[in-house]
């Protein structure tokens, strides 16, 4: 596990968006797997920066999203879909076809989850897995528990997730309860990962996870045992790991 000290949200986000262009410069027909949530939005910031300068080209790409909330479709302006197409892909040249989140329109779960583990599949896996992380340290929407969980599924949403995620709704209310997720084996079995995280308001969870035991209660903690995994921290972020660092 490498740990990479960012000096603030800004800096974070370019060395992520870094190591993911020098990722595409290098193979450019990467499948890459995108995330959600406030953490990444610096990175895409980046990256359509250095697309428009024409530094890096995302033509060659595949994209696979961690996760989307059940019930919403995908015009919803809360979805994931519509997170990322505003955020990246329309501002970027990745083939539509090649843009693949989980189905939220899709209500019938197992066929969506077994549909998205096969289309992955059948791209030859990840080859960069992008993260963020949540409060309580789940990974997609792989919420502690008592395992880790496998492949893409259907998961309840914690209260502290709805909490966290209301300030996008009109209200909780409106938070979805449930969500599709790749599950932590698919997230292991990337052949890299990079993990951005920033705030003071992590810094226990950052240190939970990444020096205390692995265990499914912080579901990122299994990242400790992946083989190529960048954590790209910011100073605040760290606030609570000087003794160990
Ligand atoms: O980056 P944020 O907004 O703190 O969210 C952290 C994590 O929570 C999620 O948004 C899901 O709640 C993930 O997609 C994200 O990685």
Known sequence: MKIIRAKDYNDMSRKAA??????????????????????PIGIYEQLIKWYNKGDVDFGGCTTFNLDEYRG???????????????????????????????DGAQLDAERECKRYDAAIKAAGGIDL??????????????????????????????????EANKRFFASADDVPRQAYTMGVQTIMLARRIVLV?????????????????????????????????????????????????
């Open 72 to 102: 919403l479709t995908p015009d919803h302006d809360q979805s994931y879909h519509y997170f990322m197409h505003k955020n990246f892909f329309d501002a970027v040249n990745v083939p539509a076809e090649r843009i693949n989140l989980p």
């Open 18 to 39: 870094n190591i993911i262009s020098a990722q595409v410069i290098l193979k450019p027909d990467s499948v890459l797997g995108l995330a959600t949530g406030s953490s």
């Open 197 to 245: 995280v920033s705030g003071e308001n992590k810094a226990e969870t950052v240190r939970e996870a990444f020096f205390g035991p692995v265990t499914p209660q912080v579901p990122a903690s299994i990242l400790q045992l992946h083989t190529d995994v960048s954590i790209v921290a910011d100073e605040a972020a760290l606030s609570k790991c000087g003794d160990l660092l």
């Open 129 to 162: 897995q992008l993260l963020g992380m949540g409060l309580n340290g789940h990974i997609g929407f792989n919420e502690p528990d008592e395992y880790f969980s496998k492949g893409t599924h259907c998961v309840n949403l914690t209260e502290s997730t709805i």
